[in-house]
């Protein structure tokens, strides 16, 4: 008895630490990957139900990169929201209206930016968000994606350019 008590507090403080270590960060990710803040915070919620609910898994395969883990489970809780039938029927596109209030208060070339990062098809968007915002390597967000390092590094080169298109577009307009 004692010993599956020990084992619920470690669990729990466990997952205490994580919502302090990488909440903020998981929580920018699923608004970039879905478009809405309150969307956002269901889905940071659902990524750390998921993680308690399969923490016997990650001990289990003991886990080396928590991060890479949290990650992938609120890609993988992002998409399941993008794939309801309700969302199919919503217009949610981002405009700078939407933004959360912490993110206008960045220039504008920065809102700009994260709004083009919104836009791209998914298979685009996860690897620039694993790479450039979660600083993981090519072979730690394929490994997060589930493909291999060389389908990441082409991904990630052609999320690249679509951004450098957008942004290259929009400064020929102005």
């Known amino acids: ?17 994580w919502a302090d270590l990488y909440a903020d960060e998981l929580l ?21 139900l998921k993680a308690w609910r ?18 992938r ?22 405009t700078p209206e939407d933004l959360p209030p912490s993110m206008l208060s960045c220039p504008a070339q920065d809102r700009d930016l994260i709004l083009d990062i919104s836009r791209l098809p998914v298979k685009y968007r996860q690897p620039i968000l694993l790479y450039h915002y979660h600083g993981m390597t090519v072979e730690e967000t394929a490994a997060v994606l589930h493909i291999p390092a060389a389908t990441a590094y082409k991904r990630l080169r052609k999320g690249r350019q679509l ?12």
């Open 1 to 17: 008895m004692a010993d599956t008590v020990q084992k619920a507090v470690s669990r729990e403080d466990r997952l205490l630490m």
């Open 54 to 71: 399969h923490m016997d898994l990650y001990e289990k395969k003991q886990v080396q990169n928590d991060k890479a883990w949290l990650c």
């Open 163 to 174: 951004l450098k298109d957008r942004l290259t577009g929009r400064e020929n307009n102005a």
């Open 28 to 48: 920018r990710t699923c608004y970039l990957y879905l478009g809405d803040h309150h969307l956002a915070q269901d889905a940071l919620q659902d990524t750390f």
């Open 73 to 94: 489970i609120a890609m993988n809780v992002c998409r399941d929201q993008l794939r309801s039938p309700w969302r199919r029927r919503v217009d949610r596109r981002l």
